[in-house]
Structures are given as C-alpha cells and as structure tokens.
C-alpha cells in the first residue's frame, strides 16, 4: 500500500500522559495536512505544513499540541498532558500541490482515547 | 469564516431508489467543493470535486451560488453506495485556502 500511513492505529493513554503520533505522506508529496475527528463530527483542521515549513495551525491547536515535519517527508504529531476532550480520531492526509488537481489523501487515522 | 452545513446525519433510501445528499456552504468568496465519501473500514477518500464536473460511481454534484448548495446526486442507489459522505470546502485564498472545511457528514444506508 503507497498511500498515507499513520502509526499506531489505536493508543489508549492515561490523563496527563504525553503522546506522539507518526504519519508518512505518499513519497513526493509536499503538502501535510493534519486533522481531528470526533464522534459525529466532520475531520477538523489542525495544521499544514509544505515541505517542512508549518505554515497555518487552528485555533483548535492549544499549546500543548505540537507538529513537526523535519526533512519534509514524515512528521509528528505530539500532544503533552493529554485530557480527556483530545479522545478523537487524529487524521493525517497529504497532498502534491494545493489546487483542485491535487486532492487530499488521507491516511486511516490514529484513535486515541484518554482514560 | 467558512463553513458548511449537512442537514441530515442519516438518510435511507432503497435501492434503484434516486438519491440526494444535501450540502449548504457559508463562504464569501468562490470556494472549491468537493464530497469525500468513507465506506465501512476504509480510509476517507476524494468521490468529485466541482471544478472537474465530472461523475463519479453514478454521482454528480452542481454547485449552485446562488443557493450556495453543493447537493450530491444519483438517479439508482446501489448497495455499495452506503457509506458516509461527507461535504467539504476549501477557500480560494489567505488562509482557507490551505484547508478543508467539513460538514458533519451524512451516512446514507441503500436497503436491498
């Protein structure tokens, strides 16, 4: 499978724990998109990098998030003190390009649940 | 701000049955709208985009600015076609222009 990969799948994790998520994009595509889902809401936008600039991050990402990609291909996604409001499906999708040729491929989500 | 609206969370149709996922967007300047669709245990995954207005499994989806709807439609439901779908917008410049903006999503259920 050449599409986005995410790991893990799933992570459960106690209250104030840190946690980091990993997403590879397709090879040579240079857009990497984060996004969160929640029960019987649509994936909400985290934060976008090209190539390895962060360039645009929600208001939605509190401090205690952060997002890396450091050479441009893989990146990261870390959540320090985790609370029970981050349970969600975290979504990563990557794209070639930004316009309406170069749509978002997403990967199949990490779930986390906080305890 | 952006946003769309997807007024039915669930809509049931059977099968041969025509279909219509309603999608209403918010956006004061031309936006790009696309469905992406997610069946059972897959990845979500790109159905059409307006600017292609092309047809995708059957469906085609007219943006309508001045009822700024982005409607998604079938003549015949199959029973693959039960999956959720979901609206999106993207803005066409400053920061919107690098995101996605989802509506709730609608899962459709075809009954055989």
Redesign the interface.
Known sequence: DTGVSQDPRHKITKRGQNVTFRCDPISEHNRLYWYRQTLGQGPEFLTYFQNEAQLEKSRLLSDRFSAERPKGSFSTLEIQRTEQGDSAMYLCASSLGGGSNSPLHFGNGTRLTVT | AQR?TQPE?LLSVFKGAPVELKCNYSYSGSP?L?WYVQYSRQ????LL?H??RESIKGFTADLNKGETSFHLKKPFAQEEDSAMY?C?L?GQSG?G?????????TKLSVIP
Do not use: C
């Open positions: 769309v969370k790009e696309f990845r979500l995954q790109l985009r600017i292609s979901y999106a993207k920061a222009s690098y995101q996605l903006t989802f509506g709730k999503g």
